[in-house]
């Protein structure tokens, strides 16, 4: 080959090669589409990311609604349930059982018999007497000492759910924040917790465990400590922020009570000195005059008039106590 076949051959290769990159070389119509491709690609996969959050938390708002739903019912049917008599002395804190306890009432209503008797009563006063002191006052004292026990449960359960959490801030699982407060609470939290713990070490579950504390303790507060174990177990969540919150709602709830008891106190002084007018002022009439009223005593006519005033007396108080018991 001669030196011009060379040079024409190599221009040649030249303008083969600067045809095939103008035409396989891609436009900036093809990398802007690329771009605009990749950005909608990004755009559909965050989309899809976010419609799946939002799946994920609408199905833990229906399933946390399911949970609150099903508590609430079985709360609503255990109140309605009747209270019978071993239950009652169990939430009393009594260590009886049922037949100790009509034993008991047995030998009150004889108590009560063998004073109208010493006292010269009439025997219907004195069958009075004997149902009084046999079925009304045992009930009486058992229904009385339950009440006072819930109240002291209720003032001390927001310190034992602040113990609580400041457990599981600290590390602890919730197992041992139970525990401590089983051991170093006052009564009656560390007796229910005591249970509560037993109940779990023995192989319950946490729904059978609080489900039994209920029954043992069946006020709001418990309902809602419940509430906030089982929905964190189910659903997860910061279980120390629910129960900081629990505890600061129990107190909020305990000062309107408090609040309450104090705006009410004229209208129950005002029913006390109205229910004990009538007794006040017979004992004063008898003091000045005992002929006065003795025929209210010594007849059958005078007799069926106490009866009444006392059943109309009965409804009275009755009436009044439900008008200042306003409950939260």
């Known amino acids: 080959m001669d030196q011009q076949t060379l040079i024409i051959g190599a221009g040649l290769l030249v303008a083969f090669g600067i045809l095939a990159f103008v035409l396989l070389a891609p436009s900036e119509n093809d990398k802007a589409k690329k771009r605009a491709n990749m950005v909608t690609g990004t755009g559909r996969q965050t989309k899809k990311s976010a419609q799946g959050g939002q799946d994920a938390s609408k199905e833990r708002r229906k399933h946390v609604a399911d949970s609150l739903r099903k508590i609430e019912e079985a709360a609503a049917a255990e109140k309605k349930k009747r209270v019978g008599l071993e239950a009652m002395i169990a939430q009393a804190g009594l260590d009886l059982t049922v037949r100790n306890f009509y034993m008991i009432s047995a030998v009150v209503g004889l108590v009560f018999a063998a004073i109208g008797i010493i006292t010269g009563q009439k025997p219907w006063v004195i069958g009075a007497m004997l149902i009084v002191g046999g079925l009304g006052f045992p009930r009486w004292f058992i229904a009385k000492k339950r009440k006072t026990r819930q109240k002291k449960?209720?003032?001390?359960?927001?310190?034992?759910?602040?113990?609580?959490?400041?457990?599981?801030?600290?590390?602890?699982?919730?197992?041992?924040?139970?525990?401590?407060?089983?051991?170093?609470?006052?009564?009656?939290?560390?007796?229910?917790?005591?249970?509560?713990?037993?109940?779990?070490?023995?192989?319950?579950?946490?729904?059978?465990?609080?489900?039994?504390?209920?029954?043992?303790?069946?006020?709001?507060?418990?309902?809602f400590f419940s509430i906030v174990l089982l929905i964190q177990q189910q659903t997860g969540g910061n279980l120390a922020e629910a129960l900081s919150n629990l505890s600061n709602v129990l107190r909020s709830r305990k000062s309107m009570l408090g609040k309450i008891a104090a705006l009410s106190m004229e209208a129950k002084a005002?029913?006390?000195?109205?229910?004990?007018?009538?007794?006040?002022?017979?004992?004063?009439?008898?003091?000045?005059?005992?002929?006065?009223?003795?025929?209210?005593?010594?007849?059958?006519?005078?007799?069926?008039?106490?009866?009444?005033?006392?059943?109309?007396?009965?409804?009275?108080?009755?009436v009044m106590k439900n008008m200042i018991n306003i409950k939260v």
Not at 201 to 218: I, N
């Open 153 to 223: 449960f209720v003032e001390e359960f927001s310190n034992a759910m602040d113990v609580i959490t400041r457990g599981i801030k600290s590390g602890l699982p919730v197992n041992e924040c139970l525990k401590i407060i089983a051991r170093d609470a006052q009564e009656p939290v560390r007796t229910e917790f005591h249970l509560l713990t037993e109940g779990l070490r023995l192989g319950l579950s946490l729904e059978q465990s609080l489900d039994r504390m209920y029954k043992r303790m069946p006020v709001g507060e418990v309902n």
């Open 270 to 318: 005002s029913a006390a000195i109205l229910g004990a007018m009538p007794f006040i002022v017979s004992t004063l009439v008898h003091l000045s005059s005992p002929e006065y009223l003795e025929p209210l005593f010594t007849t059958k006519f005078g007799n069926m008039l106490l009866l009444g005033a006392g059943l109309w007396m009965s409804c009275g108080v009755l």
